[in-house]
């Protein structure tokens, strides 16, 4: 498994890469109450389903997520625990090209 020692700097890279941000009915409603918004409402305006994938953030035309603004996060302190948890995901700690994949992007990571 690879050792990785992280302290984000903050710069936002990773909500710019492609890719999909996965969300769970939980983390949706609690979004959505956060932003009071009604969830259906949230979940059209906020979320697509993609085939074989489920229910994802949406992106902008940059691929950037949808709640970037200004470098930072709109849902700080209820996003997705996929966000929570990078760079601690099981195929960046067990694979080593993508650990060097993804400190392309994430200078937080040495
Ligand atoms: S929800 Fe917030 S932390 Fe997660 S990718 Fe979008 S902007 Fe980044
Ligand atoms: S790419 Fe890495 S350093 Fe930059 S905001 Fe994301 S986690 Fe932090």
Known sequence: MNEIKF???RCGNCCR????????????????E???LD????????TEWIL???????GNEDSSCI???DNSCMIYPVRPEQCRTFPYWKNI????????????YCKGIE
Do not use: M, Q, W
């Not at 969830?39 to 906020?46: E, R, V």
């Not at 074989?52 to 949406?58: N, T, W, Y």
């Not at 694979?95 to 400190?103: I, Q």
């Open 7 to 9: 302290s984000c700097k």
């Open 17 to 32: 890469v492609p890719g999909f941000v996965h969300i769970s009915k939980t983390e949706g409603k609690r979004i959505a």
């Open 34 to 36: 956060f932003l009071k």
């Open 39 to 46: 969830f259906l409402d949230f979940k059209k305006k906020y």
């Open 52 to 58: 074989f994938v489920g229910r994802v953030l949406k």
């Open 67 to 69: 709640f970037l603004k």
């Open 93 to 104: 700690l067990n694979d080593t090209s993508e650990l060097k994949y993804v400190k392309e």
